[in-house]
């Protein structure tokens, strides 16, 4: 019996359907949520999720932060951004990075605050290139 998952941002919806497990970062490590899990609602990380369709494939997504609440029907993720395998241009995201250590090797002139922004454009940079990579392993 599967449910119901909805993973939504600010700005969009990012993927609804029918899963049969899904696999989230939360700020306590990762959670795996299965059809009639107990009610639960917890705080997300930043990470890669993953959920498990029902013809068994898998569709890997990055995550940061947000929430997910969890009940034994229903899933529902509302996450500050959620960006699937499929959508990530990994050339974009290179670009991303590289702007993102050039910004933090320069950092001696940076004011505290530009540094920390551009160490999460990094984290995020890499997080999406670990996605972005799982669809070229299948």
Do not use: N
């Amino acid at each position: 019996m599967p449910f119901t998952l909805e993973i939504v941002t600010p700005e969009r919806l990012a993927w609804k359907g029918e899963a049969s497990a899904l696999v989230l970062p939360t700020i306590d490590g990762e959670v795996g949520i299965l059809p009639k899990h107990e009610p639960y609602v917890t705080v997300l990380g930043a990470g890669e999720g993953r959920i498990t369709t029902l013809d068994g494939s898998i569709e890997y997504i990055a995550i940061i932060g947000g929430f997910v609440q969890v009940r034994p029907d229903r899933v529902v993720v509302l996450a500050e951004s959620a960006d699937l395998s499929g959508e990530l241009d990994t050339a974009v995201v290179e670009k991303a990075k590289a702007a993102a250590e050039a910004a933090i090797s320069g950092a001696g002139t940076q004011d505290p605050a530009s540094l920390a922004t551009a160490r999460a454009s990094l984290s995020r940079a890499l997080l999406h290139l670990r996605v972005a990579e799982r669809r070229r392993k299948r």
